[in-house]
T-cell receptor, first 111, second 107 residues
Framework: GAGVSQSPSNKVTEKGKDVELRCDPI?????LYWYRQSLGQGLEFLIY????????KSGLPSDRFSAERTGGSVSTLTIQRTQQEDSAVYLC?????????FGPGTRLTVT | KNEVEQSPQNLTAQEGEFITINCSYS?????LHWLQQHPGGGIVSLFM???GKKKHGRLIATINIQEKHSSLHITASHPRDSAVYIC?????????FGAGTRLTVKP
């Protein structure tokens, strides 16, 4: 069956622009996670959705970051006024119980 | 001190060797995950543990909740096992990650 998909796979944007990253989870998976992996760094947890709600948004790095999930399915991560330090691979994962299935990631480069 | 510590940071082995990667954590957890990240960047979940031991093929994962420690073992290692192995602790969906162990298995 189809896995987790993310789009775009690569995004190059100018500093100060807004970007929107999309995640399509596996059908039926109620939980959805966003992570960030900066170059040469470990994974960083950003936010988790159960259904359409995100109980804890404290993992988002700044108020320029926001995320939403609609219909218990697709999620978007929006970064406003991008900065160079936002350059990273943004990963999405979904799960039904505990095991997480990861998408291929979106590589964001802010120039 | 990081909440999740992995060791070793880097590991080089000869094909066929038995591999152990360790993970210690300092926070309460509902589950612990072992992930594999290949050079191309894709991440695969290997195990999710909340107690005891799990085995999948040549991979074995154990966890000791009292000691807050988990190990990932690879038996009869193969060059295709070369990857970064990441320990992640799950505290009711608040995830914390180790820095990863880069494993290189030489033929």
């Amino acid at each position: 069956g189809a896995g987790v998909s993310q789009s775009p796979s690569n995004k190059v944007t100018e500093k100060g622009k807004d970007v929107e990253l999309r995640c399509d989870p596996i059908s039926g998976h109620t939980a959805l996670y966003w992570y960030r992996q900066s170059l040469g760094q470990g994974l960083e947890f950003l936010i988790y959705f159960q259904g359409n709600s995100a109980p804890d948004k404290s993992g988002l790095p700044s108020d320029r970051f926001s995320a939403e999930r609609t219909g218990g399915s697709v999620s978007t991560l929006t970064i406003q006024r991008t900065q160079q330090e936002d350059s990273a691979v943004y990963l999405c994962a979904s799960s039904y119980l505990y095991e997480q299935y990861f998408g291929p990631g979106t590589r964001l480069t802010v120039t | 001190k990081n909440e999740v510590e992995q060791s070793p940071q880097n590991l080089t082995a000869q094909e066929g060797e038995f591999i152990t990667i360790n993970c210690s954590y300092s926070v309460g957890i509902s589950a612990l995950h072992w992930l594999q990240q290949h050079p191309g960047g894709g991440i695969v979940s290997l195990f999710m543990l909340s107690s005891g031991k799990k085995k999948h093929g040549r991979l074995i994962a154990t966890i000791n909740i009292q000691e807050k420690h988990s190990s990932l073992h690879i038996t009869a290692s193969h060059p295709r096992d070369s990857a970064v192995y990441i320990c992640a602790v799950d505290n009711n969906n608040d995830m914390r990650f180790g820095a990863g162990t880069r494993l290189t298995v030489k033929p």
